[in-house]
């Protein structure tokens, strides 16, 4: 299913696990890593997509995940000519995406790259946010940078548990013994 302009419907998800870090996928048999995506079926709406693409490719169902944002428009790139089969040429130009950021709620080993008997991915790992920028293939870097960035202002806020913080924080309990609070304390 191809729009008018020559791209097919699909969409990106970017899977985030509880350190704020995205879920990284070696396409199988090959040395190329990606976020999670799959095309729209006809009828489909996008989360529909994101929801069935979740559990195709790593084995994930709704109730493992919790949306945290999607993009508000299509973004799109086009693929090079020699990654298009011949009966394709010249009417498919590429991918429009709807992006999703997405909050693991489970443990990683709810992970299953199995989950279909067509695997995606042979390989996964844990990236800090903006590191697949740096390694995804050279015609899809556009569109991931737009979509990271939009996405990036939804991304939950992490809680400092730096030791030097709790050394050198004081909290009103800390002070129940000061002399301004209990008179009768010795100074």
């Not at 020559?6 to 090959?30: C, D, E, H, S, Y």
Request: some cysteine; aromatic content about 12%; hydrophobic content about 35%.
């Amino acid at each position: 299913m191809l729009d008018r302009d020559g791209f097919r419907p699909n969409v990106g998800i970017i899977l985030l696990n509880q350190k704020n870090q995205v879920f990284w996928g070696k396409r199988i048999r090959t040395h190329s890593w990606q976020f999670p995506q799959g095309g729209i079926d006809r009828g489909e709406t996008p989360e529909q997509a994101m929801y069935r693409e979740l559990q195709e490719e790593v084995g994930l169902s709704a109730e493992h995940v919790s949306i945290v944002a999607r993009t508000r428009d299509w973004l799109r790139y086009e693929v090079p000519d020699r990654y298009i089969c011949k009966d394709a040429r010249g009417h498919y130009k590429g991918q429009k995406q709807i992006w999703f950021l997405l909050q693991l709620v489970v443990p990683d080993h709810a992970l299953n790259l199995r989950a279909s008997t067509h695997p995606e991915f042979d390989a996964w790992r844990w990236n800090d946010y903006w590191v697949p920028l740096d390694s995804v293939v050279e015609f899809k870097r556009g569109v991931y940078e737009l979509a990271l960035t939009e996405l990036s202002r939804y991304l939950p806020r992490q809680e400092l548990r730096s030791r030097f913080l709790r050394q050198g924080v004081r909290h009103p309990a800390d002070d129940l013994e000061s002399p301004l609070q209990n008179p009768s304390a010795p100074s």
